[in-house]
Structure formats: structure tokens, C-alpha cells
């Protein structure tokens, strides 16, 4: 079983900064992709961005592209998630999510979730 849990959501000013943590436990990790994945209240789960098992490939959400960066630390089981020039529109909980999608930015696939962090960005 693989556990997540992530870190590092709060409130921030528009044009602010936070960095999002995800641990995970348990053996799959180094060799999985992992996903940003966020929610509003009403609206599906979109997805925001991945990183492959190694680092080598990693695809954004248009809506973030330029502004949020994701990497990942195999040896501490983290993955982060740098988000910069915050705006309003980025308020959400944010979720980090393990497995091995066909396709990364689909929801399938991917195998284990963690609780979810807030992130408000105030106007």
C-alpha cells in the first residue's frame, strides 16, 4: 500500500509563491509517474501537472505552464510542486496522485492519492 501526503498549501497574495510537497511511502514510487491534480468545489479534477519515474519528462497544464514547476527527489520519496505568479483562478485543493498512466495528464491510471492540500490565492 502507498501512502501520500501532502504539504505546503495555504493562503498567498496574487502574484505570490508556494511550494507543494507530496511524500509517498512505500517501494513504487521511484519507479512511477507522479501528478498534480487539483479540484474546486463543483468542477471536476483537473489535472495540473506530471513528472515521469526519472525526470525526464514532464508535461504542464497550459492554464500553469511557465508559472508552476514540478520535480521530484527518488531518494526522499517527494515530489514538489513550485508555483509562482499565484493567481485567484489557481484557489483549489491540490492533490498529488502515483501510478503509471497511459496518458499523464488522465486521471486513469494513476493508482493512489493523497488527502489534498488547500491553496487560496487572494485578489
Known amino acids: 500500500q502507498v501512502q501520500l501526503v501532502e504539504s505546503g498549501g495555504g493562503l498567498v497574495q496574487a502574484g505570490g509563491s508556494l511550494r507543494l510537497s507530496c511524500v509517498a511511502s512505500g517501494r513504487t514510487f521511484s519507479s512511477a509517474t507522479m501528478g498534480w491534480f487539483r479540484q474546486v468545489p463543483g468542477k471536476e479534477r483537473e489535472f495540473v501537472g506530471g513528472?515521469?519515474?526519472?525526470?525526464?519528462?514532464?508535461l504542464y497544464a497550459d492554464s500553469v505552464k511557465g508559472r508552476f514547476t514540478i520535480s521530484r527527489e527518488n531518494a526522499k520519496s517527494t515530489v514538489y510542486l513550485q508555483m509562482n505568479s499565484l493567481k485567484p483562478v489557481d484557489t483549489a485543493v491540490y492533490y498529488c496522485?502515483?501510478?503509471?498512466?497511459?496518458?499523464?495528464?488522465?486521471?486513469?491510471?494513476?493508482?493512489?492519492w493523497g488527502q489534498g492540500t488547500q491553496v487560496t490565492v487572494s485578489s
Open positions: 513528472i515521469s519515474w526519472n525526470g525526464g519528462y514532464i
Open positions: 496522485a502515483v501510478g503509471w498512466p497511459a496518458t499523464m495528464s488522465g486521471m486513469s491510471g494513476y493508482r493512489y
